[in-house]
């Protein structure tokens, strides 16, 4: 069993930048896959960044590639979300999961554990 738990939301100006952090209490990282996903009011949750569990592979949505980045802190136990050049619609609530099966890093289905979630609100 692994609790996550997100930090970093927040409210930011369009342009801006955010860092969320994920960290994991109970196991550690080093053996989950750890994704981000992101669901705005009405909307499906839907698919961010994530990363293997060997941190060897990563893989992002279209409509972050080159904007955000994913990185492990193996000492810290945390997963991060560096967000850059944030816009409106990046607003919602973002989801740190972890998963310790194989398989397609984009699936929501993949994942065993989910945090709470971070609010990230871009005002125009």
């Known amino acids: 069993q692994v609790q996550l738990v997100e930090s970093g939301g927040g409210l930011v100006q369009a342009g801006g930048s955010l860092r969320l952090s994920c960290a994991a209490s109970?196991?550690?990282?080093?053996?989950?896959?750890v994704g981000w996903f992101r669901q705005a009011p009405g909307k499906e949750r839907g698919f961010v960044a994530a990363?293997?569990?060997?941190?060897?592979?990563?893989s992002y949505a279209d409509s972050v590639k080159g904007l955000f980045g994913i990185s492990r802190d193996s000492a810290k136990n945390t997963v991060s979300l560096q967000m850059t050049s944030l816009e409106p619609d990046d607003t919602a609530v973002y989801y740190c999961?972890?998963?310790?099966?194989?398989?397609?890093?984009?699936?929501?289905?993949?994942?065993?554990?989910w945090g709470q979630g971070s609010q990230v609100t871009v005002s125009s």
């Open positions: 109970g196991r550690t990282f080093s053996s989950y896959a």
């Open positions: 990363t293997s569990w060997s941190g060897g592979s990563t």
């Open positions: 999961a972890a998963s310790a099966k194989r398989g397609r890093l984009s699936y929501v289905g993949l994942y065993d554990y």
